[in-house]
């Protein structure tokens, strides 16, 4: 069993950076994906960030630039860092760890609200 605690939202200028972390508690073997998604208010909840177990990344296109991700190994955190945020990345941010290989072990956390707005 995984779990997983996001930290590090709030209130930001636009412009302004943020740095998420998520705590995970367990793991899961390889291969597995830890990504980062959001949700705006009546919207889908969507994929901003994906890193793999052997250190791959990808990103959505309108986080491309501004958005990194990263693992720390030593403090078992997921980490997303985000600059020159903009009023259309407001949303609640969740972590999420992934079995690639069993579907039963697809984790999330409760998610961390990010507010973007001067």
């Known amino acids: 069993q995984v779990q997983l605690v996001e930290s590090g939202g709030g209130l930001v200028q636009p412009g302004g950076s943020l740095r998420l972390s998520c705590a995970a508690s367990?793991?899961?073997?390889?291969?597995?994906?830890m990504a980062w998604y959001r949700q705006a208010p009546g919207k889908e909840r969507e994929l901003v960030a994906v890193?793999?177990?052997?250190?791959?990344?990808d990103y959505a296109d309108s986080v491309k630039g501004r958005f990194t991700i990263s693992r720390d190994n030593v403090k078992n955190t997921l980490n997303l860092q985000m600059n020159s945020l903009k009023p259309e990345d407001t949303a609640i941010y969740y972590c999420?760890?992934?079995?690639?290989?069993?579907?039963?072990?697809?984790?999330w956390g409760q998610g961390t609200q990010v507010t973007v707005s001067s």
């Open positions: 999420n760890f992934k079995s690639l290989f069993d579907p039963s072990k697809n984790y």
């Open positions: 367990g793991s899961i073997s390889s291969p597995k994906t």
């Open positions: 890193r793999t177990g052997g250190g791959s990344t």
